[in-house]
């Protein structure tokens, strides 16, 4: 297996299709959240690339949190749209990474981007739209964990 980079921490997430795929793992910067995972068998296809399904929702939780990272939520920002486009496979036994860029925030969304690197090359690059949620809609057992994100551990 992959070993986990230096100052990489589990991302603990509830969502069980995030569970499939992950876990995840994090690590804060302060202009945002390098999200990433090693690439492991189960994520591949036959010749030994990870899927391009596995690549789009990796972008989608970087966008995602890295929105909430931006609003300082650890709460669901649900994707309106996202786009993507394939640059190169992502070889099965690396370590994949990327990071939100968030180009626009208003009151009800986050205008987001990333890049998908593998083996230092980009694989993936992607933008999406995110729904910024209400913080008083938040159920109140899961807003002391929602707007206590782990990045600030």
Do not use: Y
């Amino acid at each position: 297996m992959t070993a986990i980079p230096e100052g990489f921490r589990k991302l603990d997430v509830t969502d069980d299709f995030v569970g499939l795929v992950g876990p995840l793992w994090f690590k804060p910067e302060e202009d945002g959240l390098r999200i990433g995972l090693p690439l492991e068998k189960r994520h591949g296809n036959p010749m030994g690339w990870a899927h391009g399904g596995l690549l789009v929702t990796v972008a989608d939780m970087v966008m995602g949190v890295g929105s909430g990272f931006s609003t300082g939520m650890f709460w669901p920002h649900p994707t309106i749209s996202l786009t993507s486009e394939f640059v190169r496979g992502a070889k099965l036994g690396q370590w994949l990474e990327g990071k939100a860029r968030i180009a626009r925030r208003t009151i009800n969304f986050c205008f987001a981007s990333c890049d998908l690197v593998c083996g230092g090359e980009i694989v993936l690059v992607a933008s999406g739209v995110f729904k910024v949620p209400d913080p008083e809609k938040i159920p109140e057992a899961a807003r002391a964990v929602a707007l206590s994100p782990p990045w600030k551990a």
